[in-house]
């Protein structure tokens, strides 16, 4: 089955600065990246997704990248604040009505 | 939009009791809902699959009597946990799939945090 490969399992940073966190997957067949960001006691909430015909998007300070050759890609928080002290979620899907496959989740604090 | 709804959002029962959690899509219809646990510190672990009108598809190691899932309509589907144990503590997640979405998209619930004494 798909393998989903996150990295770094924790990254602190200092407010204001950017964050990146990287994915890799296995299965060429995958043409879905969402990104969820989870906040202690509750569900994952979509931030973000990339669809396999597009290189980059972006929406606000939120940004995604695929890279489709080489089976990674990369989400990238712009001038980081408190709140974006979460849990981030990469995943990978196929067709719709079939389960992602998530990476292993990255802890992110932002100290002011 | 994509507003998806876990009763209850938190819920103590006893060893041996069961226990029904319900996951709604408020304002789309989901042909498709999964259902998750999660333990602390750890990622999303899928439990099964569930498809509106049939039965549903459960993951490797999940046992299909002990976690019941029923998924009735379009915009409800439900876990039920039976003969609950300790071991059975856990946050369950729903995610459902809009039927019009093109693509994979999935909406989580806000979990239900489960405590069996």
């Known amino acids: 089955g798909e393998n989903v490969e996150q990295h770094p399992s924790t990254l602190s940073v200092q407010e204001g600065d950017s964050a990146v966190i990287k994915c890799t997957y296995s299965?060429?067949?995958?043409?879905?990246f969402p990104w969820y960001k989870q906040e202690l006691g509750k569900g994952p909430q979509l931030i973000i997704d990339?669809?396999?015909?597009?290189g980059e998007k972006k929406d606000q300070r939120i940004a995604v990248t695929l890279n489709k050759t080489a089976k990674h890609f990369s989400l990238h928080i712009t001038e980081t604040q408190p709140e974006d002290s979460a849990v981030y979620f990469c995943?990978?899907?196929?067709?719709?009505?079939?389960?992602?496959?998530f990476g292993k989740g990255t802890s992110l604090l932002v100290t002011p | 939009g994509a507003v998806v709804s876990q009763h209850p959002s938190w819920v103590i029962c006893k060893s041996g009791t069961s226990v029904k959690i319900e996951c709604r899509s408020l304002?789309?219809?989901?042909?498709?809902m999964f259902w998750y646990r999660q333990f602390p510190k750890q990622s999303l672990m899928l439990m099964a699959t569930?498809?509106?009108?049939?039965?549903?598809?459960?993951e490797q190691g999940v046992e299909k009597d002990k976690f019941l899932i029923n998924h009735a309509s379009l915009t409800l589907s439900t876990l039920t946990v039976t003969s609950a144990h300790p071991e059975d503590s856990s946050f369950y997640i729903c995610?459902?799939?809009?039927?019009?979405?093109?693509?994979?998209?999935?909406?989580f619930g806000p979990g239900t945090r489960l405590t069996v004494l």
């Open positions: 995610s459902a799939s809009p039927t019009s979405g093109a693509y994979n998209e999935q909406f």
């Open positions: 990339i669809r396999s015909n597009v």
């Open positions: 299965d060429s067949a995958s043409n879905y």
């Open positions: 304002d789309f219809q989901a042909t498709t």
């Open positions: 569930s498809n509106e009108g049939s039965k549903a598809t459960y």
């Open positions: 995943a990978s899907g196929e067709n719709s009505g079939y389960a992602l496959n």
